[in-house]
């Protein structure tokens, strides 16, 4: 069972019975549910994960204090606190992760203030550019259990992928630093003779090249240590995962670096061809970088084209 399978089971049997018991009056106002840092939010943990942080628990979100008060709500974190200290063997914490409380009574606006800089989840142009994306994936993965107002389903649904235009600034300039750090700046460090240089190169050419695949899958990429794993489950260009990890886990000799060059150009020409399957590209080459202006280009909202083309990078 892993951590949200256990996070659930914990509500249905210890927090929904307590909520209906002692809190009827105020059930339609609260959400509940497990969502946000921890890789049990995403489906992830496993052996390893449960040396820290790793209990079972939920969250329960309360609206603003005007409908929900401190009284009652200190009222409820008292509750929750007296829940069984132990679950299908498996002890709950006391303490606080670092980082800030994962489970328990919670701010609705707080959470998503935290999170994403907005306390009703409602993003700028500038917000949507600037939030780091494993925040946003933070916002939206796991899962609600109940949810009285609708509210909290509302936000999270708001949040649960990029506008498109700002999907096509992240994607453009994704898309150059493809071109720079692997098609160009790869060989040019060997030619060289700089192969720790080439090692950066090829590095930030999977970093790039992971950040646009999740982008093409219109899905939020999680934090660095999870990339793999979810990249590994995308309906799209997950095999190009393999190839990222040899790029970056092999070394740079002479009998290697000709073939981590033709794998750059293949993971590109797969890009490339799903830019062009999603309509997102006009160039008609195997140049990233063309790529990259082309899409840009395709933006329909005058100001966020016209920002610098890794404005969103």
Wanted: aromatic share 8%; proline share 4%.
């Amino acid at each position: 069972m892993n951590g949200l399978e256990l996070a659930e089971r914990f509500y249905e049997e210890c927090v929904k019975p307590m909520l209906s018991e002692q809190f009827s009056d105020l059930l339609p106002q609260l959400a509940v549910g497990l969502f946000g840092s921890g890789s049990e939010c995403y489906g992830f943990d496993d052996a390893v994960s449960t040396d820290h942080d790793f209990e079972p628990g939920v969250c329960i979100l309360l609206p603003d204090e005007e409908t929900v008060d401190r009284q009652r709500a200190f009222r409820l974190e008292r509750a929750y606190d007296k829940l069984p200290k132990e679950f299908l063997g498996v002890r709950r914490s006391m303490v606080a992760p670092v980082g800030g409380a994962r489970h328990g009574v919670l701010r609705t606006a707080e959470v998503f203030a935290d999170k994403v800089g907005a306390p009703d989840g409602v993003l700028t142009v500038r917000q949507w550019l600037t939030v780091p994306e494993h925040a946003l994936s933070e916002a939206t993965n796991g899962k609600l259990f109940f949810d009285g107002r609708g509210e909290v389903t509302r936000i999270r649904e708001g949040l649960s992928r990029y506008p498109e235009d700002i999907r096509k600034k992240k994607l453009a300039g994704h898309l150059l630093l493809m071109a720079q750090a692997g098609q160009y700046n790869y060989r040019r460090c060997l030619k060289h003779g700089e192969t720790g240089a080439a090692q950066l190169a090829a590095a930030e050419f999977v970093k790039h090249t992971m950040s646009a695949v999740f982008l093409l899958n219109n899905v939020y990429e999680p934090y660095y240590k999870w990339s793999f794993r979810a990249m590994r489950a995308l309906p799209k260009l997950s095999l190009l995962a393999e190839t990222a990890e040899y790029l970056i886990t092999t070394d740079n000799g002479p009998e290697i670096a000709e073939t981590k060059y033709d794998m750059i150009e293949d993971a590109a020409a797969d890009v490339i061809d799903e830019l062009m399957h999603q309509g997102l590209t006009r160039a008609i080459c195997g140049d990233l970088e063309k790529h990259a202006y082309s899409v840009n280009d395709a933006i329909a909202d005058g100001e966020i084209r016209n920002l610098h083309v890794l404005a969103a990078v």
